[in-house]
Structures are given as structure tokens and as C-alpha cells.
């Protein structure tokens, strides 16, 4: 029986662990993490948890006796810093060595910096983990103005519980549209007035430049053409990059993520990469990539613990994603790059539609605005092949369950 070392304690970590235990692995269990925490959550930390709704202990994946029960040695606080592939250790920050028989590799991603002038100020922030969280909310309450730098998933979530919350809001966003990253210019344009309409001042096409501050303290942030938008707080949200240095100092092939196969295994068959830092083979598509989503984290775990066990790879699902801003919940099925036609079915207006996406009349994936039964009917299509008639689609009687027949 060999013993698992595993690198990360985040959302992949804590579910390869559990599904590890689960598919019968005997032998000893080592889970690594850098943060003070045990595996948490973390898209509550710019939703309901960021606006005070939910206590922490709802953002843990599994309860802290878990880990006990199922004898998982958990070393917290700690940060791998080094994997010797020859002689098959990890070592810690404290200098310790960890033998291990396999290495699963779950080190996540982290949030992309701006090197700018002023980063160092007190108030300027960013939003990963349950920490970033704890400093940011006492800052965040009535009256006092945030700026978000970057129109993502995580900025616009928190500019919507600022909003709610009372805070002045104002998001720079240097595209010429919000979510440009990850959506089309439908789902774009619906929340930038969805937005406006709440209050906040979204500017497009925005160049920052540097942050402005007095003494220690954040005053503003300057763009490039000389605007100045005052501010408390400034949040920065411009995307993040993968924790992929260990591997790749210890020589695993590496291209945005840690490169892995169908069975989430790296280029050393001993050694497996799941979540944010593994660059994965999506199925669906016939391509490879690296997702960002709890999904993804969730079903890389699974397909390394059942891998390491020798039990069969379990189903693949459609990549999917959600997001939650005032009262509207966003749920994508699918991965819609490379699109040529966007469906708009439902009512727009009434914020409860959802866009199909095709490529020369093919489904490759959806988005779904508080439409959940398109959502879950979508998933089902994705990868399929199915061709779809737009007409068809735009009429609100045509019964969307026959496409599953
Ligand atoms: P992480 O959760 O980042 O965990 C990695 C852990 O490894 C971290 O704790 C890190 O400190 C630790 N680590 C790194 N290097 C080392 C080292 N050398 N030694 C020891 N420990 C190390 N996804 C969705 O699907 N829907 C959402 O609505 C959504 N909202 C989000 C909102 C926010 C604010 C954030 C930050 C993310 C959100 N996500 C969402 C993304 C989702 O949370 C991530 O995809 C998921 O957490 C990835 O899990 P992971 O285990 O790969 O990485």
C-alpha cells in the first residue's frame, strides 16, 4: 500500500481525500495546506459570506472531525516547497520530508496581481481566500466607496453585495464590455445594466494606471487618461494564475496548468494534478484547458482518487459554472468558445432567459439566467453533437424536453 502525500488543502484536496477513503485506500494520508483552514468553499466568499449570511462553518467541505475519523493526517499552516521525483519526498517549509508513493498535486490558483504604484496601500484588496474575506468586510460597510478593478465573475459579485450593502460602487473594466473573458456579448450587456440599474458605475474601456494614497492609506485609483475615482477600498479582480511552480521545478510537464491526462495523472505516472492548477482533457470538446470551477475541482478529485485506486473512472460531466449577483442566479453549461450563433430564449426583460450557443448549428453550451430547468436540460446536450434550429429554439411553445428524446 503506498502512502499519498497531498499538496493544497482547498476544494480538490479535501474531496480527493474524502473519495480516496471512500474508494478503499488503506495506506497513509497527508494533506498539506499553506492556509490556516481546512478545505473550504470558496464561492461564498463573494456572495452570501462576504454579506454576512452564512456562518463560516458552512463553508467547510467536509466537518473538522472528518479528517480525524477518517485518518487523514492533516499538517495546516504549512507549504510544500519542494518534490524530489527521484527520490519521491516533499519538502515543507519547516524542512520536514514526506515520502510519498503518489503526489496528488492540488495547490489551486492565485489572483493575478497588478505590480503598480500604490499596491502596497492599505484598502487596496483582493478576494481568494477566507483571510482576504475577514479584512475586506469590516472595511466594507455603508457609505464608504469601493472601486472594482476588473469586470469578472468575482468583481461583480462583490460589487453587487457592496451595493446591497450600501457601499458606493464603481468597476474599471479596461474591455470594452463586462465578463468579456468569459461570456458573449449577450450575457455581457444584460449585466452591465443589470448593474447600472442597481447603482453601480461600471466605466468600460478603463486603463488603470496607479493607485493614489495618503500616507499609508488608499485615497483613489488614477487611470491613464487622468481620471481620478475616489476610493476607500479598491478590489482587485483581474483573473488568477496557477500554483504550477513546484511542478514544474520538479520537471512536470506544464502549459497554463500542470498538464494531465484523461485519468487527471501528470507526465510522472506517481504524481496526479486536480482543480484551478491542472491544465485537464475536456471530453466534451476533444481539447485540453484549465477550468477555474468547483466542478471541475470536484470531478479532477474523483477521477485521481479512483485512478490511484484502481477503480473504474467515473462519468465525466459537462463542464458548468454558476453565478449569484442580487437576485439573479447566472448558470452555464458547457464551455461556449469558438461560438457563431447566440439563441436568445425567453424573456429578456423579465430577467429569465437563457442563450444557446452553436457552432454551424451545433450545441456547444448554454447560459442560463434564472432559468434552472434549461440549465439542467442543457447539461445534458452538452457533447452530444445535437444540432439545434434557432427558430425552434426563440419560440417560447416548443417543448425543449423532445431534444432529449
Ligand atoms: P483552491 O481552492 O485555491 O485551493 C488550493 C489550496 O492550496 C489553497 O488553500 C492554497 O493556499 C494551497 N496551496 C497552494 N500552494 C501550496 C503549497 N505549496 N503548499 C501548501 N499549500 C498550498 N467556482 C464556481 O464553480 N462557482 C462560483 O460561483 C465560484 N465563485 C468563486 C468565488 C471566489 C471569491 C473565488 C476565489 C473562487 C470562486 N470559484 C467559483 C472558483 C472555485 O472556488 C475554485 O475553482 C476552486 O476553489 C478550486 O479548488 P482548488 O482546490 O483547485 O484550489
Redesign the pocket.
Known sequence: IRDIVV???????GTAVAALRQFGHQGRITM????PAPPYQ??P??KAYFKGELPAEKLYVKPEAFYSDQDIDLRLG???VAIDRDKETVTLDNGERLRYGYLVI????RPRMLAAEGADLKGVAI??TLADVESLRPQAVKGKRLVVIGAG??GL?AAAVARQIGLDVCVLEAADRVLQRVTSPAISDFYQEVHAAAGVDIRLGARFKRFTGVDDRLTGVELEDGTLVPADIALVGIGVVP?QE?AQQAGLLCENGINTDACSRTSDPAIFA????ANRVIAQYAFRGRL??????IETAKIAAAAICGKPTPTVDAPW???DQYDIKLQTAGLLNGFDEAVVRGDYAARRFSVWYLKNGVFLALDAVNMPGDFMLAKRLVGTGIRLDPTALKDPSFDLKTLLI
Open positions: 499538496i493544497g488543502a482547498g476544494q480538490a484536496a498539506i495546506g499553506e492556509e470558496r464561492p466568499l463573494s504549512h507549504r510544500a492540488a495547490t489551486g490558483a478576494l481568494r465573475y468575482i459579485e500554483n513546484l486536480i482543480g484551478d492548477c477555474e470551477s468547483v466542478h471541475n475541482a459554472f454558476w453565478s
